[in-house]
DNA sequence: AACGTTTGTGCAAACGTTTGCATTGATATT
DNA sequence: AATATCAATGCAAACGTTTGCACAAACGTT
């Protein structure tokens, strides 16, 4: 039950009556080797069983074809989709991939990026966690392996950053609320300024402003966590005006779907009365009642593309940083909670 | 921009005039060596930012501290709960993770089991996919390094395996109801015998003998992919009966939540002429109305577990095989699907 | 015939760590 | 004084792979 030893190239070796060397390129295609060998060996070790000890590998050319990823919160749809992209993708291209959650927490953060680095991985796939404020330990390992943002990025660390387009998601969200004919649209967003939720206000404003409707701050309303119940209470508050809204557009699913249910408390007509869009095409969107209308993010391509990137940085290395951004494009998924006919 | 080169035991040794291998047992905490000696080490070494060479030591000690991780589908999110159990136990006991995906495929089960082999885990936690028939190439690998199987689990496999009670949580399900006053329960399982639906099913029947309940083939009813559309179907079939059941019990939630949509359709009310219970606590169970009564399961306790079971057989290695199963407890969480006054 | 070139192969070093054994000097025991 | 014991340290091999270099044989060119 111990662990077994696997073949070596020195098994082969002896058993062909080649020098290690020769059975080494041989199994690497090197061209200095005759096809006929190549051939010999290759029987071999298929029969043999032969599988090349990674580690040994690893060790001597310092590559371990390993991408580590750092996410706050594995157990999040929209995240393990992306981790799915992520996996796909990189095996796809022969990488393994280490997973690891910082629970949202900028020590822990850290840490697990130390450990990574100090465990060999290539390179870093990452989403920030919330309030990543000192960046300074993540720049010094970015002077060591490359790494690539995702979702939850940050100006600060020059580097490859994947996100979806979120000003323009926003504005298309917005777009499609006014075209329904509503004017009094109130926004659900973030207090502290994390990067999605500023842009999706910025998609908001610009929308308003294209279509000459006035801002009001009141429509305005902010949470530090933007969850359902959060959601609920800040809906109860727009309930309470003398002038009600007619819209509501909650930069999360889960705030809508809060909202859904204030609104169905208070027997609000949706959408009649006041529409309701959400952001992410949760599962949930779809089980609220009624469906949610909601902005799509495609979270394999974000996973995929990031992987793209990053295998393109480490296969091809340069000196100066790479700090592009590249934006996904998302769709709008229009549903009952915004069809009016 | 290039990887640099970590600090080695040899700089460290030069350094402090002393040979490598004291200097490796010093960092070791070999009792050979003086106090006096360690403490100089250690000092040095910190102040050097020295990490030792994983890849070396995995390389040489055939240890590599890290454990493979197989799932089916990761962005499912009982099955995520799970992950996030696995990671912070591993963590929390010095390993790594590496987490792939079958997608439900057997064959690329097995490749990825293969690969994490070659890749040098130390030890495999593995939920099984759908269909998993052939596990002759799993039991190879059983050979050569300890498995422990979760969630989906088969009894064709001599290892120690971790699940729910799944079938005292479907008797507590259906006690429940019976408990409420329904006589005529109908159940909503998969058509193929996966480890979970039999189980379920099992805890079902009991709960009918137990209360002199007759059992009615016409009530139980069973598909292929136990999905919402497919809990939708089946419950319009029920509806369509002269007698209709007074409650169902589906297996997961998903199906009770497409049960609920139908029974919406139809304007039957829940709990009143039809409750519903599903299996899960998926977040959907809260978000659909009326909220759904549900089992708990506790995805990061089975995980825990399950890698402290590997960590145990990875650390005492015997030579006979484990074969104990171990049932986590669930919790029955009422809601108002089967909230009767 | 002497010399380059090409083709295929082998030798040996290197990667960074751990560890069995040898070595040294000091101290305790007879 | 001779010997056994002990504590602290160093030497060197080993893990499996890749790769620069050397080498030998065969061939083509002058």
Redesign the pocket.
């Known amino acids: 039950m111990s662990k077994k030893?696997n073949t070596?190239?020195?098994e082969l070796s002896k058993e062909l009556?080649?020098?290690?060397?020769?059975v080494?390129?041989a199994?690497?295609d090197h061209p200095?080797?005759?096809q006929?060998?190549k051939e010999r060996v290759r029987k071999l070790a298929k029969q043999m069983n032969y599988v090349?000890?990674l580690f040994?590998?690893g060790?001597?050319?310092r590559e371990t074809h390993i991408l580590g990823v750092i996410v706050p919160n594995i157990s999040h749809l929209f995240t393990s989709t992306i981790l799915k992209g992520i996996l796909e993708e990189a095996e796809l291209r022969g990488y393994r991939v280490i997973i690891s959650e910082s629970n949202n927490n900028e020590i822990k953060q850290v840490e697990m990026l130390n450990t990574m680095t100090q465990f060999g991985v290539d390179g870093v796939l990452m989403s920030l966690s919330r309030k990543t404020i000192n960046v300074e330990e993540i720049l010094k390992i970015l002077n060591r392996i490359p790494i690539v943002l995702f979702d939850k990025v940050s100006s600060k660390i020059p580097c490859t950053q994947v996100v979806i387009n979120e000003e323009e998601a926003a504005f298309n969200a917005v777009e499609h609320l006014i075209e329904l004919g509503k004017q009094r649209i109130a926004i659900i967003k973030e207090t502290e300024n994390s990067y999605n939720s500023e842009k999706r206000y910025a998609g908001y404003l610009r929308a308003l402003n294209k279509y000459g409707i006035p801002v009001r701050d009141k429509l305005i309303l902010s949470t530090e966590d933007i969850s359902l119940g959060n959601g609920r209470r800040l809906t109860n508050i727009l309930l309470s005006m003398k002038k009600r809204p007619d819209a509501i557009f909650a930069i999360t699913d889960n705030a809508a779907i809060g909202a859904i249910k204030a609104l169905h408390k208070f027997k609000v007509k949706i959408p009649e009365e006041i529409a309701v869009v959400g952001f992410s095409n949760s599962i949930n969107s779809t089980i609220v009642s009624p469906a949610l209308t909601t902005v799509d993010q495609p979270g394999d391509k974000i996973g995929r593309t990031a992987v793209r990137f990053l295998i393109q940085e480490l296969e091809n290395p340069t000196n100066d940083v790479m700090t592009k951004t590249v934006e996904i494009k998302t769709s709008l998924i229009v549903r009952d909670s915004s069809l009016m006919v």
Chains 1, 2 share one sequence.
């Open positions: 030893r070596t190239l020195k009556s080649l020098s290690i060397s020769t080494s390129r199994l690497n200095d080797i005759s006929e060998t090349p000890n040994a590998r060790f001597r050319s």
